[in-house]
């Protein structure tokens, strides 16, 4: 596995510097910055898995902290929010204890239900009325995309072994083939895209790198097949719900950005923006992932 | 070096910087403009207990001895615990704000702290305001600067403080947070002139 992705980021590494070579004027700084950071985040993230579980649920957690916090930083809160802020944000280590005991019924109610119910609890508190609304429901919505939502992924770590694969290598799975996908639309949009999807949201998104982006996605899915337990048809099938996933978390991002104004989420990855620009596809593709697996494999 | 400066170190080292950079994700604009060198005088915009850690924490450690917080001593030593905690920990240089009489005089104060070598860090508003706005500035800071005129003014302005640890909370709520440095100014004019100056340099910030 640690090869495969080795070997694309090498390939993807020569052909920047290649096609440097080749049109020397042309601008491919952000290409370069951004393969940079590939490498950056394919170490921390084999580095965050490889050791213990422990640490990787540290540093999920972290990730659904750092995506919380650049969502939280750019909504218009009220001073009155500042309790339930506070108790939304003691909620990423909360959920992510329910991971590290394996209680996946608190895992999958603790969000959607207690929190849902008692951050209004806390903002009647606080005796504010204008703005109550907004505020309950962007808070609810943020800790839903960020907390509940991305921490799928360090559920699926403990999830008991079939055959071959365990709970790594199908979270290995995921990463690889969602952030594959979301280079691969990227890439066949960029070389062959012609008609945008929706460009009111995401003038990226072109027809062709969809399509392009789902028919590569599937063939790296069949490559890393041995990581799961599907038949080479489900991987297929699994690659295109992944891409569809990944896709619609991309645009519901894209909008969340438009309607705050601004481009990214943040400055944390050159060439990237923030964590949430990169985890954005992250946030729908793993708990589809999750339930599929757990529906029709558990 | 004292105990008071290891203990003041150990603090940043360990917590308050860590705190910085992986809770409040601390931005830093205009970095280039931090003087490594002092004496200097720090203004910036006051909305947060986060202004002064933030602004102390952008120094190399060896520096912190040799910055001042210019702070109200009857709300920094309104009991022992207090003063101590802020005396020891960000080397506070405390003012009276009311009923100044020629003993309690801060200026003298802070002219012979500029000329021991220190820098000071001032929040001319006077009080954590809301952060939504700027206050009306003060002119203490003018004066310090018309007795100093060959000590560089930094202007900074901080972002996104007050959101987090607003007046009256004591727990913070990570929003990123961001410090914009401005260029080392010198004023020249009368009192009045020169605060409007440094008020005009840090809406400029703000706004930039």
Redesign the interface.
Known sequence: MGLIVLAVLVFSSVLAAWMKFLRPRGNFSELISRIKAWWIMAAVFFGAIAVSNRISLVFFGFLS??AL??Y??LLK?R?AD??A??WA?LAVPVQYYWVSIHWYGMFIIFIPVYMFLFLPVRLVLARETAGFVASASQLQWGLMAFVFGLSHLAMLLTMPAINNSNGRTLLLFLVFVVEMSDVLQFVWGKTLGRHKIMPTISPNKTWEGFLGGIITTSLAALLLRFLTPFTPLETVGVALLLTVAGFFGGAVMSAVKRDFGVKDF??LIPGHGGMLDRVDSLCYAAPVFFHYLRYFHY | MTARDLVQLTIFGLVLRPFLALFIGLRVRGREHLPVIGPFIMVANHSSHLDTISLLGLFPLRQLPWLRPVAAADYFERNAFFSFFSKTVFNILPITRKKITTDTNPLPRMQAALHAGQSLILFPEGTRGSGEDLGRFHTGAAHLVEKCPEVPVIPVYLVNMGRSLPKGEWIPVPFFCEVRIGAPQKYQGNCREITAAIEATVRNLRDS
């Open positions: 902290f750092w916090k650049e939280i930083t809160t001073p500042h309790r802020l506070v944000f943040g400055g």
